[in-house]
């Protein structure tokens, strides 16, 4: 199947900083790519739905200033979250999806923030 | 609004015996219906998806799913598990143009 590489695997910040997550699509063109945040044992949350070239659309209580995503081509899309604060900590995962089929999706191996 | 539960959070099952994990939906449109798994500090991987055609879906690692139309289900079965299916079970639904949603997933746990 398609593969999703998701880097990096896990990232400690400082308070105060901003991290950057990488999400790469290796063998197919994603149109779609979709932001999850997932806090412990709880299922996952989604962020935003990003489209190459175009403005993410982040769901509700998602802020568009603090989460930043970035969807400059068809292999690639990167999450930045500013100004990180602890309670920023979390499993971030993204997933892409080829083209208009949306019944599938190929998810990252997630990245484990730690912000201290 | 599109929801998917999964009644039970977690699931301790001896080594060798049948399990199911049970997941419900809410749309009576359409639906496409996928189960995933997550082991500990990864990404998901796709078990199965019913898009269409014959309710029994079977997917990897032996697992299979029955979609139930009438009663809104698609409960996910294996007839004899081993210790390293322990993990996370997400089952996830798209009605019309949605991204996925997840149910809160249920932990399998395969006692030895």
């Known amino acids: 199947g398609a593969v999703v590489s998701q880097h990096p695997s896990w990232v400690i910040c400082k308070s105060g900083t901003s991290v950057k997550i990488e999400c790469r699509s290796l063998d197919f063109q994603a149109t779609t790519m979709f932001w999850y945040r997932q806090f412990p044992k709880q299922s996952l949350m989604l962020m935003a739905t990003?489209?190459?070239?175009?403005?993410?659309?982040?769901e509700q209580g998602v802020e568009k200033d603090k989460f930043l995503i970035n969807h400059a081509s068809l292999t690639l899309s990167t999450l930045t979250v500013t100004s990180a604060h602890p309670e920023d900590s979390s499993f971030y995962i993204c997933?892409?999806?080829?083209?208009?089929?949306?019944?599938?999706?190929?998810f990252g191996q997630g990245t484990r923030l730690t912000v201290v | 609004a599109q929801s998917v539960t999964q009644l039970d959070s977690q699931v301790p099952v001896f080594e060798e015996a049948p399990v199911e994990l049970r997941c419900n939906y809410s749309?009576?449109?359409?639906?496409?219906l996928f189960w995933y798994v997550q082991y500990p500090n990864q990404g998901l991987q796709l078990l199965l998806k019913?898009?269409?055609?014959?309710?029994l879906v079977k997917g990897i690692n032996g697992f299979e799913a029955e979609f139930n139309k009438s009663q809104t289900s698609f409960h996910l079965r294996k007839p004899s598990v081993h210790i390293s299916d322990t993990a996370e079970y997400f089952c996830a639904v798209i009605s019309g143009n949605t991204p996925l949603v997840f149910g809160k997933g249920t932990r399998l746990s395969v006692i030895a």
């Open positions: 019913y898009l269409s055609g014959s309710t």
């Open positions: 990003s489209n190459e070239g175009s403005k993410a659309t982040y």
């Open positions: 997933s892409a999806s080829q083209g208009a089929q949306k019944t599938e999706a190929f």
């Open positions: 749309s009576s449109v359409s639906v496409y």
